[in-house]
């Protein structure tokens, strides 16, 4: 509906996009419909527009997860060291979950990502914005036990 | 012993901060620029050194510096390329993260070189430590007059900012870094016109890797001569060498381009772990075509890599044991591939999808001998027939190790299991 006003968009304005995006998933938690809504007014772009942009970068989450998003790397350099595929299935059996899931206490979302940029100090994975390196089974337990520590 | 130059500082305290970074000789390049060059000669002097692009296409930087537009009417702009993604690479978060400072005169000097008045930092999304000291790295940079109005009293102005990725690989390509940086999907642009005449906001524009701008405060300190000297003759000056997989000390090396590939794996990074036998080297990141033990005393170079039929990439050397199960390998490079490839052409979307499937069903034992043909069709069409490089950098490896190890495809068919570890 608003194709005019998204060619006259000001590129410095329309760049801001991304760091939009990242602002409002970080005030409602994940991108609700309202939110991409209410970036596309700010921007003035189509909603149709910021919601592609949306789908299209893996780090914006269109749909809710739980407070700790775990993600696995399942690259080359973490599987030949014993993480990837086995760090995720240790994490499965440990949540009772599977990928792209959450724990029915909202605490854990499992996902999977490619690499880190971490190899040489793999198995790697992310929580939320942290990144850990050289995980063990024993370095997982512990991980889990500190986060939830932090919600009894 | 190498000198280090790159990763001097590495092992300092507070390697990051800009006093540490003063304390030894920083910042003096840039001061040494202003006060004595102009920008054509510090362009001759990146050409003379030989400096040629570490993000993986081996460009020689003073010839992309000289295709920049001389005229001061038309606005230019600088973009560092932090979104290192190609696995088994991890140079670009170490330099960021240890020493930002190294790369941000990097960027003063080649925006004054070629006329630049904004630069900016793409990093990838995932980089959260990255995105700190980089903004960090920038505030005390502008605090200490290195960046903004009238760089230390000479006249010349530049603004640096940091933009964030959001998670897509693709945005390491330079005309897709600059699509998400002017906040659009990361999908490749049409290749020419090339970003040094239609770059960002279709003005010119220099993209460079974060190891390729941290070489140029050295060039100017201690000049292209010295630079050139280290190498080989086609590939001149340090190198961050990132080895991963089943060596006994992973990890980052700076060593001289040319280095013997024995050597690296060997004398620095210990051999292999457990004293297994090794089976195949990736050299260059997962893009390269695999090299087999017996190619160990090749020179890790630009141009003897590529003679061997592989690349030197990002210099990201991964090691496979005996153990490892080269189907499975595969299947996780093509994992990546297609779950990075960006959807914008129907070659590289359906070649790295239709791929996926074949070894998925090869790995898990359900695979048929045609499997393994079609798989090789599919790989040598993709081949220079997709929009960007990413067809290539997705069939190559594949290709390769139906060269090296198709006798593993097809005890996989037969047998329905791996070779290896059974
Ligand atoms: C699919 C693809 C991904 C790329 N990813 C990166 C990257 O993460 N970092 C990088 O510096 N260059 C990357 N490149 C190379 C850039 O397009 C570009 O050549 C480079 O940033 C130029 O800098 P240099 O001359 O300093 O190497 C990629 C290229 C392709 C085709
Ligand atoms: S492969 Fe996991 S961090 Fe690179």
Redesign the pocket.
Known sequence: MQPLEAKIADPAKRSMLLTALYIAQEQYGYLTKEAIERVATRLGLPVADVYSMASFYSLYRLQPTGRYVLQVCEGLSCHLVGGADRLVDYLRKKLGIEVGETTPDGLFTLQTVQCLASCGTSPAMRVNDALYENMTAEKVDELLDTLRGYHV | MFEKVLTRNFSLPRSESIDTYLANGGYQALQKVLREYTPEQVIEMVTASGL????????P?GR?WAFIPKDPQIEKYVCV??????PG?FK?RELVEKDPHQVIEGVIIASYAVGAHRAFVYI?GEFFLGVKRWIKAIDDAYAKGFLGKNILGSGFSLDLSVHRGAGA?????????IESLEGKRGQ?RKKPPYPASVGLWGKPTL???????ANVPHIINRGAEWYASIGTPKSTGPKIFCVSGHVKNRGIFELPLGVPLREILYEYAGGMAFDKKLKAVIPGGA?TPMLTPDQLDIPMAFETLEAAGTMLG?GAIIVMNEDTCMVDVARRLMRFFAHESCGHCTPCRTGTTRMLALLEDLEHGRGKAEDIERLEEIASKMRGLTF???GD?AANPILSSLKLFRDEYEYHVKYKRCAVAA
Not at chain 2, 52 to 59: D, I, L, N, Q
Not at chain 2, 81 to 86: A, K, L, Q, S, V
Request: hydrophobic content about 25%.
């Open positions: 040629r692009g570490r993000g993986g296409a081996g460009f930087a992309k390329n932090t979104d290192e993604g190609e690479t670009d990838r690989y693709i945005c390491g390509e330079e005309t897709a870094l490749p993209v460079h890797n974060v190891e390729t701008l893009s990002t960007c490089p990413m950098a």
